[in-house]
């Protein structure tokens, strides 16, 4: 069965710093891969997603990943973070090439970013 | 257009006490899913619907029962809740990817159910 893994349960990052959250999957083939956004309260916002192609993704809020098929990655990058960007964070797979899977996404556990001023 | 909306916002049960949730999508989306949120575990699938009057487990279904009588409601129910059901549930939909299976549509998400079983 697949999983995903998110190794940092928290980060704390300064306003105007990077951030880099790390997402690694197990999965017999190269699964579609999504990052997912949840701020305070809400439900979760997609912020990007990977299907194949560029390794390289551009999603909305100025976040981008990349994905390393060798190290079965898919971390999450924002060269300047703003104070907006405290939230949780989630990183997801989906099977492919099965039409009954109903789009079924397994999730990450999660990582939790805080902003500094 | 509301998107996913989902009722209640709150809700607390004493143990034993049975209760349904309510999703509705405005988006004429074909699948629906019910997730549970606990801290460190990421979201799980309950159940989920490929379409009107079809549902299948998910991950962690037990204790839940789902119906899908209409295209744009989905209902989770707890008949006799337990602690261990005190969660957020979050229910999320989307449309069909491309003809074949290989492709995959973003998940739309309501603003999900705090549920505390005493």
């Known amino acids: 069965a697949q999983s995903v893994t998110q190794p940092d349960i928290h980060i704390t990052v300064s306003e105007g710093a990077s951030l880099e959250l790390r997402c690694n999957y197990s999965?017999?083939?190269?699964?579609?891969l999504f990052w997912y956004v949840q701020s305070p309260g809400q439900g979760l916002q997609l912020l990007l997603k990977?299907?194949?192609?560029?390794?390289l993704v551009q999603g909305i809020k100025g976040f981008e990943a990349e994905f390393k098929r060798s190290q079965s990655s898919f971390n999450l990058r924002k060269p300047s973070v703003h104070w907006s960007d405290a939230a949780e964070y989630f990183c997801?797979?989906?099977?492919?090439?099965?039409?009954?899977?109903?789009?079924?996404?397994?999730f990450g556990g999660g990582t939790r970013v805080l902003v500094k001023p | 257009n509301a998107g996913v909306t989902q009722t209640p916002k709150f809700r607390v049960l004493k143990t034993g006490q049975s209760m349904t949730l309510l999703c509705a999508q405005d988006?004429?989306?074909?699948?629906m899913y019910w997730y549970r949120q606990d801290p460190g575990m990421g979201l799980r699938l309950i159940h989920y619907?490929?379409?009107?009057?079809?549902?299948a487990k998910g991950e962690v279904p037990d204790g839940y029962n789902v119906s899908r009588l209409k295209k744009q409601n989905f209902l989770l129910g707890l008949e006799s809740a337990a602690p261990s059901q005190t969660s957020v549930y979050f229910c999320?939909?989307?449309?069909?990817?491309?003809?074949?299976?290989?492709?995959?549509?973003?998940?739309?998400f309501g603003p999900g159910t705090r549920l505390t079983v005493l």
């Open positions: 619907s490929v379409g009107e009057g079809t549902t």
């Open positions: 999965y017999g083939a190269t699964p579609y």
């Open positions: 997801a797979v989906g099977l492919v090439g099965i039409k009954a899977a109903g789009n079924k996404l397994t």
């Open positions: 999320a939909s989307s449309s069909p990817g491309l003809a074949g299976g290989n492709s995959y549509n973003e998940q739309f």
């Open positions: 988006m004429n989306h074909e699948y």
């Open positions: 990977y299907f194949s192609g560029d390794t």
